[in-house]
């Protein structure tokens, strides 16, 4: 075997090295790839849990019910585990003022100034008239201003809420059988009417009443004398025969 010269030894081991770096600059290329997908990655799942308002679990109803309680008679839950509103009358007239204002609660952190809007609707009028149906969320609470259900819901039946929390992605929240909605609004039962006209004394008979407590003053009623029958033949008349005869006998005489 010939031996190999120092050159082409010199040269061999000069590419050995080389190929050495190389790979070496390629691991290092594919390790900082890597790192700039995982940093990538984390930035993503912050900027995502950030946008997304962070909830309390649904089963932790300790807050919910202590929201509740702090507001007797007035919140009500809806299908969301995140959202409360405001106990809507059963029965209501048209464009009227509702007699409490009508809010929506987050049980979450939602952000100051998320707009909060309310649709109404059932099988019969699937999207009703309603005014200042929008409001912002402020401190967990996005209080309306006068809303007004306009449309109605016809007879027998209940409009169905729906309350869009335009978060990022948006939420939505449903209270089911809200609020009826008529043209007169609630009116008392027929029966019920007729009662209390019974129960209610006419008039006159106040009037009679009122005249039966004043004192009269005692009065003494005489009886005027009678004169005496005058009789029949006291005097003369064209019906008595003997007055006649007279008449007849003194001008004769005369």
């Not at 909060?116 to 149906?133: K, P, Q």
């Not at 809303?147 to 990022?168: A, D, E, M, P, Y």
Request: glycine share 4%; proline share 9%; net charge positive.
């Amino acid at each position: 075997m010939s031996e190999v010269s120092p050159v082409v030894a010199a040269q061999q081991q000069q590419q050995q090295q080389q190929q050495q770096q190389q790979q070496q600059q390629q691991q290092q290329q594919q390790q900082q790839q890597e790192a700039a997908a995982a940093a990538a990655a984390a930035a993503a799942a912050a900027a995502a849990a950030a946008a997304v308002p962070r909830l309390r679990p649904p089963h932790d109803n300790r807050t919910m019910v202590e929201i509740i309680a702090d507001h007797p008679a007035e919140l009500v839950r809806t299908d969301s585990p995140n959202f409360l509103c405001s106990v809507l009358p059963s029965h209501w007239r048209c464009n009227k003022t509702l007699p409490v204002a009508f809010k929506v609660v987050a049980l979450g952190e939602v952000p100051d100034g998320t707009v909060v809007t309310v649709m109404a609707g059932n099988d019969e009028n699937y999207s009703a008239e309603l005014r200042n149906a929008s409001a912002v969320m402020k401190n967990q609470v996005a209080r309306f201003n006068d809303l007004r259900f306009v449309g109605r819901s016809g007879r027998g039946k209940s409009f169905t809420l729906t309350i869009t929390v335009f978060t990022n992605p948006p939420q939505v929240a449903t209270y089911h059988r809200a609020i009826k909605v008529t043209v007169d609004g609630p009116r008392e039962p027929r029966r019920h009417r007729q009662k209390l006209d019974d129960s209610k004394p006419s008039l006159f008979s106040d009037r009679l009443s009122d005249l039966g407590r004043i004192p009269h003053p005692s009065m003494r009623v005489g009886v005027p004398p009678q004169n005496p029958r005058p009789s029949l033949n006291s005097a003369p008349s064209p019906f008595n025969p003997q007055g006649q005869s007279q008449i007849t006998d003194k001008s004769i005489e005369s």
